[in-house]
Nanobody
Framework: QVQLVESGGGLVQAGGSLRLACAASGRIFSAYAMGWFRQVPGKEQEFVAVVSGSGRDKDYADFVKGRFAISRDNAKNMVYLQMNSLAPEDTAVYYC?????????????????WGQGTQVTVSS
């Protein structure tokens, strides 16, 4: 069983930055892709970014390219999401997830384990 705990969310002004972290416990292998999704009330979860097990391959949603950066530290079982130039439309609950299959999955059904989420609120 894998447990994921996100941290680093909070309130920030537009144009500011936040760094989200996700700590994974349990049986995590470096072969597993790890991703970030976000969700606002009344909408489905939305893909944000994913990093392959090795950390070499990354993929981003179009709306975050150039602003967000995903990284991982396999020695610590951690994945991070550095978010810069935040805008009010980035306000959401952000979730990290682990996919046991696939190198850079982008859909929620490809992920096997999910954290509880961390709230990010960007004020204008």
């Amino acid at each position: 069983q894998v447990q994921l705990v996100e941290s680093g969310g909070g309130l920030v002004q537009a144009g500011g930055s936040l760094r989200l972290a996700c700590a994974a416990s349990g049986r995590i292998f470096s072969a597993y892709a790890m991703g970030w999704f976000r969700q606002v009330p009344g909408k489905e979860q939305e893909f944000v970014a994913v990093v392959s097990g090795s950390g070499r391959d990354k993929d981003y949603a179009d709306f975050v390219k150039g602003r967000f950066a995903i990284s991982r530290d396999n020695a610590k079982n951690m994945v991070y999401l550095q978010m810069n130039s935040l805008a009010p439309e980035d306000t959401a609950v952000y979730y990290c997830a682990v996919a046991k299959h696939g190198s850079r999955p982008r859909t929620t059904y490809e992920y096997d384990y999910w954290g509880q989420g961390t709230q990010v609120t960007v004020s204008s």
